[in-house]
């Protein structure tokens, strides 16, 4: 007899797949680094360029310094990072991309990716094990935190804090 009990990587794996078209499909793909899920079903993916974070940051901004950003806003839950486009996604409930006030955050390029009708959005997610660059990596893997979520209410709070702050001059004061 098989013992059922799972270790917190299997648990996430699981849960993240649940989110799969075909689960033996993106397994294969995780060996190549990504698979690719569909939002919308155990979670949506909430979009956001890394320079909304913080203004300084772009596709160059080190792991451990976006961390720290997470850790600093409180977005306690599993996010995972694009540096080639440079975006932060973060996993929250699925449906809430029915609600997302997508109009107030259109020119800034953040996005509420979920499988509201008649769109279905498939994310490229990283394997678990992808925690460093190069390629997508996860910031907070879902096998590392004791929220499936991050708190869509707190970062819908966040982003509009982020933005209502005031863009800094460049330090050297000249033209670019």
């Not at 997302?100 to 800034?108: C, D, L, T």
């Not at 819908?156 to 670019?176: F, K, N």
């Amino acid at each position: 007899m098989r013992n059922h009990a799972t270790t917190p990587r299997e648990s996430a794996e699981q849960w993240l797949l649940r989110a799969a078209p075909d689960e033996q499909a993106a397994r294969g793909e995780w060996s190549c680094g990504v698979a690719l899920l569909v939002a919308g079903r155990t979670w949506d993916a909430l979009r956001v360029p890394y320079e909304v974070l913080d203004p300084s940051f772009d596709g160059d901004t080190d792991t451990a310094t976006l961390r720290a950003c997470v850790d600093r806003l409180r977005l306690v839950g599993p996010s995972f990072c694009d540096p080639y486009r440079p975006y932060v996604y973060f996993l929250v409930q699925a449906g809430t991309d029915a609600a997302w006030p997508a109009e107030e955050f259109e020119a800034v390029k953040v996005e509420c990716l979920g499988g509201t009708e008649p769109y279905v959005r498939h994310i490229g997610v990283p394997a678990l094990h992808r925690t460093e660059r190069p390629g997508p990596f996860w910031l907070v893997p879902p096998d590392r935190v004791a929220h499936r979520h991050v708190d869509a209410a707190h970062l819908l709070s966040v982003l509009r804090e982020r933005l209502r702050q005031p863009v800094a001059e460049p330090a050297h004061g000249g033209v670019r």
